[in-house]
């Protein structure tokens, strides 16, 4: 049997039926390189869960409960604690594999800055959003925070997805220098349509350029605090 990214992703987040979770089993036994991409898409499901889980464990903000009391509908909010981590592990949010997440990230090649902009770094407008939102924020230019890290440098680096595109930025004393782009993934036919998602990409190349766990809530704010100067 040829196992597909989308089919192993499925696998790893038990969502296969029986005969085809067997037979994807059977895969991995027989070829070690499939073990081996099934161990690395674990370690990152790890990574993610470590980062997201605390944020999808906090309480409802209060600029969320107003709407909600004015309506004239009751809405119980536990239900929406509940639907919003459902969400989450829906098949389309999760991780595809290695080589298709892969291809939908490019290295940087970028050709001059612009209003003072060195070349090959942020703008203005994104370096505002990198530089003050945390993961899970969205800044008033629609940029959303997906993680932050160190790699092997110790350079502070973080993954973001913007209306234009998402990557991966590190900081250093010129700014933030892009490491990575990634494009808007292509429509899936499948169930597991978003499986090669610019935010898994993201993830997926985070995960290899990250020289430990990725920042939770306290160290993402010391961060910030500091300045995101390299540290070890």
């Not at 027989?30 to 081996?36: E, F, G, T």
């Not at 464990?57 to 209060?62: L, T, Y």
């Not at 993954?159 to 899936?188: E, F, R, T």
Request: proline fraction near 5%; aromatic fraction near 4%.
């Amino acid at each position: 049997m040829t196992v597909s990214p989308e089919q192993l992703a499925a696998y790893a987040d038990g969502e296969l039926d029986e005969i085809t979770a067997a037979h994807v089993r059977r895969a991995i036994e027989d070829d070690p390189a499939l073990a081996q991409e099934l161990a690395k898409l674990s370690e990152l499901r790890s990574m993610l869960a470590a980062r997201f889980d605390p944020i999808l464990a906090e309480p409802v903000p209060e600029r969320l409960h107003q709407p909600i009391k004015s309506a004239a509908k009751v809405v119980n909010l536990a239900d929406v604690r509940s639907a919003r981590q459902q969400l989450w592990q829906r098949p389309q949010f999760r991780l595809g594999a290695g080589a298709a997440i892969a291809a939908s990230l490019v290295v940087a090649v970028l050709v001059g800055g612009r209003g003072g902009t060195p070349q090959g770094y942020a703008d203005r407008q994104l370096a505002a959003a990198l530089d003050t939102s945390l993961s899970g924020e969205t800044a008033p230019d629609g940029t959303r925070m997906l993680l932050s890290f160190r790699d092997s440098t110790g350079a502070a680096c973080r993954g973001y997805a913007a209306a234009a595109n998402s990557g991966i930025a590190c900081h250093d004393d010129h700014g933030w220098k892009l490491k990575a782009l990634g494009a808007a993934g292509k429509q899936q036919t499948t169930q597991y349509q978003q499986a090669g998602s610019p935010d898994a990409a993201i993830m997926a190349a985070a995960q290899d350029m990250a020289a430990g766990p990725a920042f939770d809530t306290a160290a993402e704010a010391a961060a910030r605090k500091a300045g995101w100067r390299t540290g070890k």
